[in-house]
C-alpha cells in the first residue's frame, strides 16, 4: 500500500520551503523514522522522515524546487520487504552511503568521499564526528580524494574568465527579502554611543576563574548587554514593542534575540524571558544557541518571536556600523569591537577600552528623544555594571 510522504507544518510564518538533499533513492528500503529528504526553510533546515518502513517509490519532488505544506514529495511502498535495504547494489551503496545531513554536508565542504568514512552511528550512519575524525587521520596520496572542482560557466566574450554560480539557499533569500522589507516598512534611524568598557573588563578578569568553576560556563560580555538592555527596555517600553495595524503593542515580556553568523545566512536564536536569568543561565542558555548553529541543530522554536536584538558585529572587527530591524520588532542594539583609545576623564587624557554602539529604530514609534536616552541608559549600566543586580 502506497504511503505518501508530505511536507510537514513547518512553523509560525513558514509558508514554503526549498527540496535540499535526498537522503535516500528511489528503490531503497527504509526504515520508520529513517530521514528521507532535508527541507530548507527560511530559518532552519527540516528533516522529513519515513512514518514507516517499506521501499521508497516514486520521488514527486527534485532538489530545488520548492515546496509547501502538505505537498506530496514521495510515496513509500509499504508492502514491499524492508530487508531490500540490504539488496541495494553496491554501486548505489557507493554513491549515496548513509550519513547523517550535517555528514553530509561537512563531507561536501571539505572533499570527502562518504564511502572512505566508517560509520560508527546505527546500523552503519556516518556522523558528524566520523567526518571529522576521518578529516583528522592522516591519509596516503591513493586515499586523499581530489578536491572539488566548483561548477564554472565560461564567459561568452572572454573564455579565460570565468563565473561560479551557486543556487540561493532558502535562508539567504529569506534574509535578503526581510532586510528589503524593514527598509521598505519602518522608518529606521540609527543613534549611537561608546562606552567604556573598563569596568566590565575587570569584573571578568577578577570573577572569570570562580564563575567558570561555579557555572561551568564562561562569563561573557553578551550577558552584561543583555542585562543592561532589559534595564533600558523596562525604562523605555516601546522599544519592547510593535506595530499591529493601528495599534502599538507594549510587551511585558522579554524574549531577546541573539544574532549570530551562520553560513546559510544570519540566524537570531532567542533566549526567552531573559528577565528572569541569572547572567550564568543567560551565558549557558546563549553558548548552547551558538553550538546549535554551529551544529545546525536549530529548531523554529529557537528562532519564533523575540521582541528585541542584540548583534555584536565586534567579533568580526567591526568598529561601527548601522544594524537593521528584524520586522515587527522595533529596535535592535549593535555591539562592536573593543578599542584602546584616548578619552577625557576629569580633564585628563587616559588611554581606555572603549565600544561604539548603535541603536536601530523604528521612529514610527519610537521618538528620537526616546531612542538617545535608551542608549544612554544601556551605557550607564555597561559601565557600572554593580548596578546591573539592582535595578535589573
Known amino acids: 500500500m502506497p504511503i505518501e510522504v508530505r511536507v510537514p507544518v513547518l512553523g509560525e510564518s513558514v509558508v514554503e520551503a526549498t527540496v535540499g538533499a535526498w537522503l535516500k533513492r528511489e528503490g531503497e528500503a527504509v526504515d520508520a ?10 530559518k532552519v533546515n527540516v528533516d522529513v522522515a519515513a512514518d514507516q518502513a517499506g521501499v521508497l517509490g516514486q520521488i514527486s519532488r527534485r532538489e530545488g524546487e520548492t515546496v509547501h505544506p502538505g505537498d506530496v514529495l ?19 551503496e557507493t554513491e549515496r552511503p548513509h550519513a547523517s545531513p550535517v555528514a553530509r554536508r ?46 564554472v560557466i565560461p564567459d561568452s566574450q572572454t573564455p579565460d574568465r570565468r563565473e561560479k554560480r551557486t543556487r540561493m539557499s532558502r535562508r539567504r533569500q529569506t534574509v535578503a527579502q526581510r532586510l528589503v522589507e524593514a527598509q521598505r516598512t519602518a522608518a529606521m534611524l540609527t543613534t549611537f ?28 560580555y553578551m550577558s552584561f548587554f543583555t542585562k543592561a538592555v532589559i534595564g533600558a527596555l523596562i525604562a523605555f517600553p516601546n522599544l519592547n514593542a510593535e506595530i499591529r495595524g493601528d495599534e502599538i503593542v507594549q510587551k511585558t515580556y522579554y524574549d531577546i534575540g541573539i544574532a549570530v553568523g551562520a553560513e546559510g545566512g544570519l540566524v537570531v536564536p532567542v533566549v526567552r524571558d531573559a528577565d528572569r536569568k541569572s547572567f550564568a543561565e543567560l551565558e549557558r542558555e546563549i553558548a548552547q544557541l551558538a553550538d546549535k548553529v554551529r551544529n545546525n541543530t536549530l529548531t523554529l522554536d529557537d528562532l519564533r518571536g523575540g521582541t528585541f536584538t542584540i548583534t555584536n558585529g565586534g567579533v568580526y572587527g567591526s568598529l561601527l556600523s548601522t544594524p537593521i530591524l528584524s520586522l515587527p520588532q522595533v529596535g535592535i542594539l549593535g555591539m562592536h569591537k573593543i578599542q584602546q583609545r584616548p578619552i577625557a576623564v576629569d580633564g ?15 521612529h514610527r514609534i ?20 554593580t548596578s546591573l543586580l539592582l535595578d535589573v
Open 193 to 220: 554611543n561608546e562606552a567604556d568598557m573598563s569596568a566590565i573588563m575587570e569584573i571578568r578578569a577578577r570573577r572569570r576563574e570562580a564563575f567558570q568553576k561555579r557555572h561551568g560556563v564562561g562569563l561573557g
Open 33 to 42: 523514522g529513517e530521514s528521507l529528504v532535508q527541507l530548507e526553510t527560511e
Open 106 to 151: 561537512l563531507a561536501e565542504e571539505h572533499g570527502v568521499d562518504l564511502a572512505r568514512v566508517e560509520g560508527t552511528g546505527t546500523g552503519g550512519r556516518v556522523t558528524r564526528e566520523d567526518v571529522e575524525r576521518h578529516l583528522g587521520a592522516p591519509a596516503t596520496a591513493a586515499e586523499s580524494p581530489p578536491p572539488p572542482t566548483p561548477s
Open 366 to 385: 519610537v521618538d528620537g528623544r526616546e531612542a538617545v536616552q535608551f542608549l544612554v541608559r544601556v551605557k550607564e549600566l555597561v559601565e557600572d555594571p
Open 74 to 92: 514521495a510515496v513509500i511502498d509499504a508492502a514491499a520487504r524492508t530487508d531490500q535495504k540490504n539488496e541495494v547494489s553496491p554501486s548505489v
Open 348 to 362: 585628563e587624557v587616559v588611554i581606555r577600552p572603549m565600544m561604539y554602539l548603535a541603536l536601530t529604530y523604528d
